[in-house]
C-alpha cells in the first residue's frame, strides 16, 4: 500500500533552499528554468520539526565518541571508545597539531574527536553503548561485537525507518535501512525568475563619512510549488518491527505526524530575512493498494501562466486536469482525499462540456483530512499519538 502526498503551496519572496552562490535553487523542466527545494531540504525540515520531535531516534553525528565517553566516567574511556569505533570501522580524524596561542588553538570545531564518516544510529543504541563501557568488564574485542550489533539492530525508529540509512563502514553487517519514503524535489508549477535584493546598513553613530556603514545583495524568488511524498505502508512497518508490539500503531503515527510536519513547517533558509511562512493552499493524498507509485509533476510541464486566475488556482486546476486524464487512462486510487482551507480551491477539471467537474469530495480543514487517512488505513489518530520512541527523554539527555 501507497500513501501519496502532493501540495501546492505557494511562497511569498524567499530564499528557503541555497546553492553554492547563495541563490535559491532551481532547474529546467518543461523547457523553462525552474524554483527548486531539494528534496533533503525538505526533508530536514520534517524531521526537526515540533510535530515530528517525539518520533525522532536517529542521530546523525560525526562525534559518537564524544557523546558516549561525556555520559561514562572511568579512565582511558575516550581511548577505549576509539579503539572499538576503530574496529568497528568507524576511524576517528587525527587532530592537527595546533601552535598555542593561535586562533586555531580557540577553535574548537578542529580539537575535536570526529570520525571520518557521518553515522546515523539510534539515541537507544547510544545509550546502551555508554552502559556497556561503562559496567561491562568485557575486552575491547568482546565490546566491538556488541557494538557492531546495536549499530546494525538498533534502527527500530520513525527517522530511519522514514528516510532509510547508508552506512558502509566495511566491518559491520547489515547496516543499510531501506526507506518508506520517497520525497521529490519541490518545483515551481511556473518559470521561475531570480531577483536581487540590494540591501544597505546604515551606520546608527554619525560621522564626516557619508552614505551606509554595510552595502550588500541577495537573491530570492517567490514561487508557487508542487511537492510530492510517497510512503510505502509495508515497508515503513517493516522497518518498525523491532520496536515491538505496538510497532503498528508507531507506523500510523508516524504517517499522521508526518502529514502534519509536512504541511505545517517550512525550510529554515534565510527565515530572518524574508518570513516565509505559508501554509499548503491545497494537500492532495491517494491510497493505493498497488505499489506503483505516480507523481502529477507533468501536470506542470506546461509551465502555469497568470490569466483570469491566479497562479494558485491556476495550479491546482491544471492539477486537476492532469489527475482526470491519469485516472482515464490508467485508473482511480483506491481512496483519495483533497483539502483546501475553508474549501477555498476546489479540485475540480473541465469535460468537453465545459462544466467543472470534481475530482474528489473537498475537507475543509487539515485535521480533518489527517483524521481521515488514518482512518482508511485502519487507525484512529487519537489512540495511536500516544505511541512515541521509546524512553525519548532519556535518549535526548544522553545526547
Known amino acids: 500500500m501507497l500513501i501519496e502526498i502532493h501540495f501546492i503551496q505557494n511562497h511569498c519572496p524567499a530564499n528557503l533552499n541555497r546553492d553554492d552562490l547563495d541563490a535559491p535553487k532551481t532547474c529546467y523542466f518543461g523547457g523553462v528554468?525552474?524554483?527548486?527545494?531539494?528534496?533533503?531540504?525538505?526533508?530536514?525540515?520534517?524531521?526537526?520539526?515540533?510535530?515530528f520531535k517525539s518520533l525522532?531516534?536517529?542521530?546523525?553525528?560525526?562525534?559518537?565518541?564524544?557523546?558516549?565517553?561525556?555520559?561514562?566516567?572511568?579512565?582511558?574511556?575516550?581511548?577505549?571508545?576509539?579503539?572499538?569505533f576503530k574496529a568497528c570501522g568507524i576511524k576517528l580524524k587525527k587532530k592537527k597539531p595546533v601552535k598555542k596561542g593561535t586562533q586555531q588553538e580557540d577553535d574548537e570545531s578542529e580539537n575535536e574527536d570526529k570520525s571520518k564518516m557521518l553515522v546515523y544510529t539510534t539515541y537507544e543504541a547510544v545509550k546502551e553503548m555508554a552502559r556497556l563501557l561503562q559496567n561491562s568488564e568485557k575486552t575491547e574485542a568482546a565490546l566491538t561485537d556488541d557494538f557492531k550489533k546495536l549499530i546494525s539492530d538498533k534502527t527500530a525508529v520513525p527517522d530511519m525507518a522514514l528516510c532509510g540509512r547508508m552506512l558502509e563502514t566495511g566491518e559491520?553487517?547489515?547496516?543499510?535501512?531501506?526507506?518508506?519514503?520517497?520525497?521529490?524535489?519541490a518545483i515551481s508549477t511556473h518559470e521561475a525568475r531570480q531577483e536581487v535584493d540590494y540591501f544597505v546598513a546604515a551606520d546608527d553613530v554619525p560621522g564626516d563619512d557619508a552614505g551606509a556603514g554595510h552595502l550588500g545583495e541577495a537573491m530570492f524568488a517567490s514561487a508557487c510549488f508542487y511537492k510530492y511524498f510517497s510512503i510505502n505502508w509495508e515497508q515503513l512497518?517493516?522497518?518498525?518491527?523491532?520496536?515491538?508490539?505496538?510497532f503498528e500503531k508507531l507506523?500510523?503515527?508516524?504517517?499522521?505526524?508526518?502529514?502534519?510536519?509536512?504541511?505545517?513547517?517550512?525550510?529554515?533558509?534565510?527565515?530572518?530575512?524574508?518570513?516565509?511562512?505559508?501554509?499548503?493552499?491545497?494537500?492532495?493524498?491517494?491510497?493505493?493498494?498497488?505499489?506503483?507509485?505516480i507523481s502529477y509533476a507533468n501536470a506542470f510541464a506546461d509551465p502555469v501562466v497568470k490569466g483570469e486566475r491566479d497562479v494558485i488556482k491556476q495550479s491546482i486546476a491544471q492539477l486537476a486536469q492532469?489527475?482526470?486524464?491519469?485516472?482515464?487512462?490508467?485508473?482511480?486510487?483506491?481512496?483519495r482525499f483533497w483539502?483546501?482551507?475553508?474549501?477555498?480551491?476546489?479540485?475540480?477539471?473541465?469535460?468537453?462540456?465545459?462544466?467543472?467537474?470534481?475530482?474528489?469530495?473537498?475537507?475543509?480543514?487539515?485535521?480533518?483530512?489527517?483524521?481521515?487517512?488514518?482512518?482508511?488505513?485502519?487507525?484512529?489518530?487519537?489512540?495511536?499519538?500516544?505511541?512515541?520512541?521509546?524512553?525519548?527523554?532519556?535518549?535526548?539527555e544522553v545526547a
Open 33 to 51: 528554468l525552474r524554483s527548486r527545494i531539494s528534496s533533503q531540504c525538505i526533508k530536514r525540515s520534517i524531521r526537526t520539526s515540533d510535530d
Open 56 to 84: 525522532c531516534g536517529g542521530i546523525r553525528t560525526r562525534r559518537l565518541v564524544d557523546l558516549i565517553a561525556e555520559k561514562v566516567t572511568g579512565k582511558d574511556v575516550t581511548k577505549r571508545a576509539e579503539n572499538i
Open 172 to 185: 559491520i553487517e547489515n547496516t543499510a535501512v531501506e526507506a518508506a519514503l520517497q520525497t521529490a524535489h
Open 237 to 246: 512497518t517493516k522497518n518498525l518491527k523491532g520496536y515491538g508490539k505496538d
Open 251 to 293: 507506523a500510523a503515527h508516524t504517517v499522521g505526524a508526518f502529514l502534519n510536519a509536512a504541511a505545517y513547517n517550512n525550510p529554515s533558509g534565510k527565515q530572518n530575512s524574508f518570513a516565509a511562512h505559508n501554509f499548503p493552499s491545497g494537500v492532495l493524498v491517494e491510497i493505493r493498494n498497488r505499489n506503483t507509485a
Open 322 to 335: 492532469y489527475i482526470h486524464d491519469i485516472d482515464t487512462g490508467y485508473g482511480k486510487p483506491d481512496k
Open 339 to 396: 483539502f483546501s482551507p475553508s474549501l477555498r480551491h476546489p479540485l475540480c477539471y473541465v469535460d468537453n462540456n465545459i462544466n467543472e467537474i470534481p475530482v474528489c469530495e473537498g475537507i475543509e480543514s487539515f485535521d480533518k483530512l489527517r483524521n481521515a487517512v488514518l482512518t482508511a488505513i485502519g487507525y484512529d489518530w487519537e489512540d495511536v499519538k500516544k505511541v512515541v520512541v521509546k524512553d525519548v527523554k532519556d535518549f535526548v
